[in-house]
């Protein structure tokens, strides 16, 4: 053990902090808020725009849950799988987003 650290931890017993705990909850509850709202304001307006915005936000925001989940409840699943599929999931989100601020009404 160097500084209290173990040095030969499987990758499979990694503990996420209560920090980071704490945001991944605020991440998941304000992503499923804007999903929410803008899915609303589609519904209230028709916009193809709010359409994809919310469908963006839905998929960072599903990334974000599902890396967490496979990282709580799958144990041998490593974190980098659970990276990878936080990290696809919001880069085909942010895409769509994008794609939502360019489309004409």
């Known amino acids: 053990m160097v500084g209290g650290?173990?040095?030969?931890?499987s990758p499979h017993t990694f503990t996420l902090p209560p920090s980071a705990i704490?945001?991944?909850t605020l991440?998941?509850?304000l992503g499923g808020l804007i999903?929410?709202?803008s899915y609303r304001a589609y519904r209230r307006t028709g916009s193809p725009a709010l359409r994809a915005l919310s469908i963006g936000f839905g998929l960072v925001t599903t990334g974000a849950l599902l890396a967490g989940v496979t990282n709580i409840l799958l144990h041998d699943i490593s974190i980098g799988v659970s990276l990878a599929i936080e990290?696809?999931?919001t880069t085909?989100?942010?895409a769509v987003i994008v794609y939502s601020l360019y489309t004409q009404d």
């Open 87 to 89: 990290s696809g999931l």
């Open 5 to 9: 650290a173990q040095r030969n931890m």
């Open 92 to 94: 085909a989100g942010f």
């Open 35 to 37: 999903t929410y709202l």
């Open 22 to 24: 704490a945001f991944k």
């Open 27 to 29: 991440t998941l509850i």
